[in-house]
């Protein structure tokens, strides 16, 4: 118990990630697949996918990333927006989420009387896939972030991995070497938890 617990405290937002990573890529395919396969899903519908890049496809993908945001960042704000997008380059790797919502769309027709939760509980077992992996990175002593610049890449993301358009992107979550640890951040208990016996 204790060390699952260590591993839920270790976890954070690692933004200063870096390529000393002793696990191999086998390792962390493992995890991802593992937490991906047995992660609880709505009607067991499995709609989460997702994608793992590592080298040049990681470096592609940061690229693609800087290249949308530089259509629509102003010229004099793009520098640090650049600047952001080239630590999360520094990463070993890059996951990206998806729901498919093909999967969701047939469930919503099977199942009116319930049709507006799938897409919010499609979005809860993506969460749970996204919080499993950043956990378990831990075990290897790595960490991650958690990013969200869907909107302004999806279409650019579908056409370089030649994706169905019904892979909606949800998140994306670059991974590495810690390379400095993250300031320590104000979190509470107090009020959070009511315990009734
Ligand atoms: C649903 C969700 C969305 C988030 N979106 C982003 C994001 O787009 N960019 C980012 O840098 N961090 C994002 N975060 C990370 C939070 O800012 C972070 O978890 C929070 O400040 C607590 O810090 P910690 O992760 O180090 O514990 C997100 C976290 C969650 C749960």
Redesign the pocket.
């Given at each position: 118990m204790s060390e699952y617990l260590h591993l839920i405290e270790k976890?954070?937002?690692n933004?200063d990630l870096g390529r000393n990573v002793t696990a191999t890529k086998e390792e962390i395919n493992e995890l991802i697949a593992t937490v991906v396969h047995h992660n609880p899903s709505s009607y067991n519908s499995q709609s989460t996918k997702v994608i793992v890049l590592y080298d040049l496809e990681h470096d592609d993908f940061w690229d693609l990333v800087s290249n949308q945001l530089e259509k629509i960042v102003a010229p004099e704000r793009f520098p640090a927006t650049k600047k952001k997008i080239e630590g999360f380059k520094k990463a070993f790797g890059t996951v990206l989420f998806f729901e498919d919502e093909s999967i969701t769309g047939d469930l919503v027709k099977k199942y009116p009387s319930y049709a507006q939760n799938f897409r919010i509980w499609a979005q809860q077992a993506n969460?749970m896939v996204q919080y499993g992996i950043w956990v378990g990175l831990g075990v290897m002593s790595l960490g991650g972030?958690?990013?969200?610049y869907n909107e302004v890449i999806e279409t650019a993301v579908w056409q370089a991995y030649d994706l169905d358009r019904s892979w909606r992107l949800i998140a994306q979550m670059p991974f590495g070497s810690i390379e400095s640890a993250?300031n320590e951040?104000a979190?509470k208990i107090e009020g959070r938890m009511i315990i009734k016996e």
């Open positions: 976890r954070r937002s933004y969460a972030s958690l990013q969200h993250p951040k979190k």
